[in-house]
């Protein structure tokens, strides 16, 4: 039967750094670690297309998978394909984000707008980087479970901070960077060819996602995507708060001891068959806008000195309003959306190129999509 299956190989990543893997054109899914018990816990998939589904019985979330295609790959002279994982219809919006915006810059080029070109190269190419952010997350989770798994002393709930810890945390910081580069990306787009180029003002330019907002503020008429973008960007919004996450890191303080220090959890997870795995927790604070502005004060340091003990017991009992991994694959998924969205108002239809072989030699010509 599966003889017919690609000759892929796949190692599933999954949230609190656990990983599924599948050599090609294998039945098996092996999880990694082993179970609490020392034992190996697999499962038998019935297709191909079928590991993702069967992973997510297990009660475990999927947040990207790693293809292997070729023994370069497998040797580790090439790198694995890796796409972030979505939850909805479009399993692989980032992938088709940037495979569209980088279709766009292809018939950009070929109309001879260096604006549109310009830009959709690098929402394309900023879409690519905010995958791989997300794969370098996901593996320090996983570097610092292994660690985890090497000490074999698991206690659900219980914090702790090693070798491995701060640099999850860095990890998460470049994720947001990365995210807000995007946002902003997509604002500028959205500010030259929303409707046309209707938002558009001679002599300005808008580059940011806070200055396409304070315009909107102003726009008496707008577009339903343009009202949609207003709503992410308002209080409450998610893109709003991935703002403010951003800005406590950039403009205040690391994100794990921003009000507090934040510990890894260590947590047990049930699987079917009544076993047991270990997984890890990065929590994050909630408000980011609130405690950016409760810490740009700066003049309650006798304050905080009196209050170490309050603070350290915090520190122990917060659960976090996210996950870091949970957090940057949701971010990552609602970003490619809006690009998948802001995509709609290019002002030409994608095109790919093709290369041909013809008498004369090759030759490169643009179709369109």
Known sequence: MTENWPICGREVHLHGGLLAINEPRSKMVRLWPNTLCGKCYEIEIPTYGKIYTEIKSLGVEIVGIEFITHETEA????????????????????????????????????????????????????????????????????????ALYIKSK????????????????????SFLFDACI???????????????????????????AGGLYKLLKNVTELSDFEKHLM??????????????????????????IANHRLYCIQEIISLPGSKQAQSVRFPIPSNPDGLYKQR????????????????????LDDYGEYDCLKYAQNISAKLSNLALDSALLAPYQPMIQQFIRTDKGVISVFKHV
């Open 182 to 208: 995007l946002r902003d990306y997509l604002s500028e787009f959205v500010y030259y060819f929303s409707r046309g180029g209707a938002l558009r003002e001679v002599g300005k330019d808008i580059t940011t």
């Open 296 to 315: 740009s004060k700066r003049d309650d340091f006798v304050k905080y000195v009196n209050a170490l003990e309050l603070i350290a017991k915090a520190a």
């Open 231 to 256: 709503e992410c960007m308002d209080d409450g919004g998610w893109l709003k708060e991935l703002g403010a996450y951003r800005d406590l890191v950039m403009h205040s303080a690391p994100i794990n």
């Open 154 to 173: 698991p206690k659900h709930g219980q914090r702790f901070q090693d070798g491995f810890t701060d640099i999850v945390y860095q990890k998460f910081h």
């Open 75 to 146: 040797t580790g002279e090439s790198p694995t394909q890796w796409r972030a994982y979505s939850a909805q219809q479009r399993i692989w919006s980032n992938w088709e984000a940037a495979q569209l915006w980088s279709q766009i810059g292809n018939a950009s080029y070929q109309h001879k707008d260096g604006v549109s070109y310009d830009l959709s190269n690098r929402v394309s190419y900023q879409l690519t980087s905010l995958n791989l952010r997300l794969k370098d997350l996901s593996l320090s989770y996983r570097d610092q479970l292994n």
